[in-house]
């Protein structure tokens, strides 16, 4: 079965640490992507990457921090700079169509990030 | 700057009415068109899209969607609404960036 994972579902952490959300897709997908989703604001981009050892920052990239070694992966560590971290975290994938847009993103099922 | 602008926020309809949710972009070049339906603590699932050919798209789960490149819009449009249909649903254009729209949470009522 194809698809994204993410994980944990939930997740609970203390302010001030630091804490690493697990994405990973066996689309075979060069393109990866980290959105924020706060109720009533629709989802906000923190990072992309289009391919293996390179992204970007996407609109609200601050306190936030990313890394692409394999293809499969792209882990997101929300750090201790983040000044409001609670949040539910969604990561996606597409192929590029090669004219700089992309084709559909395909989600995973989120992880809801609870800090306190 | 590209944007994507659903009009409604929330759209409350009887079962077994039809259902229009709007959705308009800002763009002078060509773009492909997204609709996406999220239930409750979940992902995002593709209700269908439109990258080129013909402007009347269908979906996923009876969903229809017209797209009017003189109107710049892309609204979603069901005959029929059903309870399982109660969800968030988010517009999306792809230029040379994903843009989403803010969503409209669409609530079937028995």
């Known amino acids: 079965d194809g698809g994204i994972t993410q994980s944990p579902k939930y997740l609970f952490r203390k302010e001030g640490q630091n804490v690493t959300l697990s994405c990973e897709q066996n689309?075979?997908?060069?393109?990866m992507y980290w959105y924020r989703q706060d109720p009533g604001q629709g989802l906000r981009l923190i990072y992309y990457?289009?391919?293996?050892?390179?992204?970007q920052k996407g609109d609200i990239a601050e306190g936030y921090s990313v890394s692409r070694e394999k293809k499969e992966s792209f882990p997101l560590t929300v750090t201790s700079a983040q000044k409001n971290p609670t949040a539910f975290y969604l990561c996606?994938?597409?192929?590029?169509?090669?004219?700089?847009?992309?084709?559909?993103?395909?989600f995973g099922p989120g992880t809801r990030l609870t800090v306190t | 700057a590209q944007s994507v602008t659903q009009l409604d926020s929330q759209v409350p309809v009887f079962e077994e009415a039809p259902v229009e949710l709007r959705c308009n972009y800002s763009?002078?070049?060509?773009?492909?068109l997204f609709w996406y339906v999220q239930y409750p603590n979940q992902g995002l699932q593709l209700l269908l899209k439109?990258?080129?050919?013909?402007?009347l798209v269908k979906g996923i789960n009876g969903f229809e969607a017209e797209f009017n490149k003189s109107q710049t819009s892309f609204h979603l449009r069901k005959p029929s609404v059903h309870i399982s249909d109660t969800a968030e649903y988010f517009c999306?254009?792809?230029?040379?960036?994903?843009?989403f729209g803010t969503g409209t949470s669409l609530t079937v009522i028995p």
């Open positions: 999306a254009v792809s230029v040379e960036q994903f843009y």
């Open positions: 689309l075979n997908h060069d393109a």
């Open positions: 763009s002078s070049v060509s773009v492909y």
């Open positions: 996606a994938s597409s192929i590029s169509s090669g004219t700089g847009a992309s084709y559909e993103q395909y």
């Open positions: 990457s289009q391919i293996v050892n390179d992204f």
């Open positions: 439109y990258l080129s050919g013909s402007t």
